[in-house]
């Protein structure tokens, strides 16, 4: 089963208001990323949090990494509509060897 | 900015085909990767290289080879494409040695087998 698991599936919300999705994870874990896909692209990189760091910020976004419950969470504050995407965790572990595995993704739609 | 290309952003083949899908980045990374990307399943890795002439197999390399002659440019090739093979292809390339810094990805490959 993945590595990673998004919380929710899909999230629907109004421009201004905040967003926040989860991921969890079972192995310990080197880092923890977080990537934007909007729709039929690729995905672009968002944010790195080491498993020594607890808190991130990257203008709008803030990742937080709780290792003790193997989880970690992406809030993207005052919303907007080029928001709308598919956001994806990815964990960096050891025991996956030299690679990045990926979970299935929240799909985040912002209603202007 | 880094900049990873894919050969084609749509593809159609027909069953049996030999496909090529290209992938080229411009910063010099060591690593580069092949996923697909199915909905509900997320991105699945299919191969990896971090090096010239080196490969190794990622969780559905079934179906699939890879050549990098050349760092800039990791080939994906399906010797005899099937329908199950129909999915989005997504290469990426990571400058650090290991794979689990950051990733850069091409525009993706959508491809139909008919």
């Known amino acids: 089963s993945q590595q990673g698991e998004e919380d929710p599936q899909a999230l629907s919300i109004q421009e201004g208001e905040n967003a926040t999705m989860n991921c969890s994870y079972k192995?310990?874990?080197?880092?923890l990323q977080w990537y934007r896909q909007n729709s039929g692209r690729g995905l672009v990189h968002l944010i790195l949090?080491?498993?020594?760091?607890r808190e991130k910020h990257s203008g709008r976004l803030r990742v937080t990494l709780d290792t003790s419950k193997k989880s970690s969470s992406l809030l993207i504050t005052a919303s907007r509509a080029a928001d709308t995407a598919s956001y994806f965790c990815?964990?960096?572990?050891?025991?996956?060897?030299?690679?990045?595995?990926f979970g299935a993704g929240t799909i985040l739609r912002v209603k202007s | 900015d880094v900049k990873v290309t894919q050969s084609s952003r749509y593809l159609v083949k027909r069953t049996g085909e030999k496909v090529f899908l290209e992938c080229v980045q411009d910063?010099?990374?060591?690593?580069m990767f092949w996923y697909r990307q199915d909905p509900g399943l997320g991105l699945r890795l299919i191969y990896f290289?971090?090096?010239?002439?080196?490969?190794e197999k990622g969780d559905i390399p079934e179906g699939y080879s890879v050549s990098r002659e050349k760092k800039e440019r990791f080939s994906l090739i399906l010797e005899s494409a099937s329908t199950n093979q129909t999915s989005m292809y997504l290469c990426?390339?990571?400058?650090?040695?290991?794979?689990?810094?950051?990733?850069?990805f091409g525009p993706g490959t959508r491809l139909l087998v008919l």
């Open positions: 290289s971090y090096d010239v002439k080196m490969k």
């Open positions: 990426a390339s990571s400058f650090l040695a290991g794979g689990q810094e950051t990733q850069y």
């Open positions: 949090i080491r498993s020594n760091e």
């Open positions: 192995t310990s874990i080197n880092n």
């Open positions: 910063m010099d990374h060591e690593n």
């Open positions: 990815a964990t960096g572990t050891m025991e996956y060897g030299n690679k990045l595995v």
